[in-house]
């Protein structure tokens, strides 16, 4: 004869000693191995050959210091780095660059392809200045022509068109914004530095309106809070861009991968 069974079972104690077993990130390349992307790397280092020559030229057709403090030039020169590194990580198929730097240095090529054509390139705005990089108020000739569409146009579009076909999507976010309105508010402090260092200069201030001898310090910083305000709205704008668009570079699989095992459905 058995003893009857007890119909409650108190728990067993826990066993010491015995590791709690966490949830652990597996990385992308776990599952996936990376897989070298040559043209997006020779893309990117067209790009930044590119904008590493017109910076060359504007540097030996000007003063290197005038020419090395618009805010195009030093735009140019972070994207021409960043795009060489790029070009390197694709091409050995290692990691993708920290996407609070790429999105910085997509952000201020644009603002510096925007700033040109709609403030300074434009007859009808009031800060017109088309050879900005010359600090004269005709449209530039020569060298300093082509080097001022480059810098202004071709490399802010290269930059953009590598943000949306070459790079995945959701990788920017919205904390990463406000970090970089820093480099916009350095640069404004470098200016009117530079300008209260350079009181007989005619290059005293690069760009009409943050001129502080033709309009005051009262509306310098007027232009400079709308522009920095516009900047920050441009930034938010590229988060929520990139959290919308589709992935360029999603590669569909055509064939199934043996893995030594099959799921079945369930049943039922």
């Known amino acids: 004869m058995t003893a009857p069974i007890p119909r409650d079972i108190p728990d067993l104690p826990a066993i010491p000693g015995m590791p709690v077993l966490l949830p652990s990130h597996v990385p992308a390349t776990a599952v996936m191995a990376p897989v070298p992307r040559p043209l997006a790397a020779a893309y990117r280092l067209l790009v930044a050959m590119t904008a590493a020559a017109a910076v060359t030229v504007e540097l ?24 060489t590194a790029a070009a390197r990580r694709a091409w050995t198929a290692r990691r993708p660059l920290p996407s609070a730097l790429t999105g910085a240095t997509l952000l201020y090529a644009v603002v510096t392809g925007l700033v040109y054509h709609l403030l300074l390139a434009r007859g009808a705005s009031s800060f017109a200045l088309p050879g900005v990089l010359t600090g004269e108020a005709t449209a530039p000739t020569g060298w300093h022509a082509l080097t001022t569409q480059v810098l202004h146009t071709a490399t802010p579009i ?3 068109l590598d943000w949306l076909l070459l790079t995945s999507p959701g990788r920017l976010r919205l904390r990463q914004a406000a970090t970089w309105m820093l480099y916009p508010l350095a640069y404004l402090a470098f200016t009117l530095i530079r300008g209260e260092l350079l009181p007989g200069s005619p290059a005293r201030y690069l760009y009409p309106f943050l001129d502080v001898a033709r309009h005051g310090y009262k509306s310098v910083l007027g232009n400079a809070l709308l522009i920095g305000l516009a900047i920050y709205a441009l930034a938010i704008l590229l988060v929520a861009l990139d959290h919308a668009r589709p992935n360029p570079i999603r590669r569909r699989i055509h064939h199934r991968t ?11």
Not at 260 to 266: E, H, I, T, V
């Open 158 to 160: 290269a930059a953009v």
């Open 60 to 83: 030996a057709l000007g003063s290197p210091l005038r020419t090395l403090s618009h805010f195009a030039i030093q735009s140019n020169i972070l994207l021409a780095l960043v795009l």
């Open 258 to 268: 043996k893995t030594g095992f099959r799921l079945q459905p369930p049943v039922g």
